[in-house]
């Protein structure tokens, strides 16, 4: 799961458009930074759930992306941050160290939708991602 994590930081880096957007290379794993600038990105990773197939195991990780823009704009900060998201992530493959290539198939996007305190803006993109480990044959 570490490399995985690795793999997606790796990515986010060698964007041209999504990164910019963010303030302050403000991409996160697990949560943000209470007093970040906006916008930012949090990504997490869900429930592992293995299939055995023949002799290996693949396994589906739900990585799930929450996007936060200021509350002072329209939604339209955070729609265009959340299509650099997707553009970014959406049908890609990620090398991710002692597994098969990774590809990144998005499974939901919520639109942006004011936080409860109203503070920010908010939405959410998740992908799933196919994990297979490489068997070291002896």
């Known amino acids: 799961m570490k490399e995985l994590m690795k793999a997606i930081h790796n990515h986010y880096d060698t964007s ?3 990164k910019p957007m ?24 869900g429930e592992t759930s293995n299939e055995n197939t023949h002799s290996s195991v693949i396994s589906g990780i739900p990585i799930q992306m929450n996007i936060y823009t200021r509350s002072s704009t329209t ?11 997707r553009e970014l992530f959406e049908n890609q493959v990620l090398t991710v160290t002692d597994y098969y290539n990774v590809l990144f ?16 803006w908010m939405a959410v993109i998740e992908f799933n991602c196919l994990l297979q480990k490489r068997e070291v044959l002896p």
């Open 105 to 120: 198939d998005k499974i939901i996007e919520v639109p942006p939708m004011s936080v409860s305190d109203g503070t920010k």
């Open 22 to 45: 963010l303030a302050s290379d403000a991409f996160y794993y697990g949560r943000g930074k209470q007093d970040d600038n906006l916008p930012y990105c949090v990504y997490t990773a």
């Open 75 to 85: 939604p339209g900060e955070c729609f265009d941050v959340l299509e650099a998201c």
């Open 16 to 18: 041209l458009i999504f």
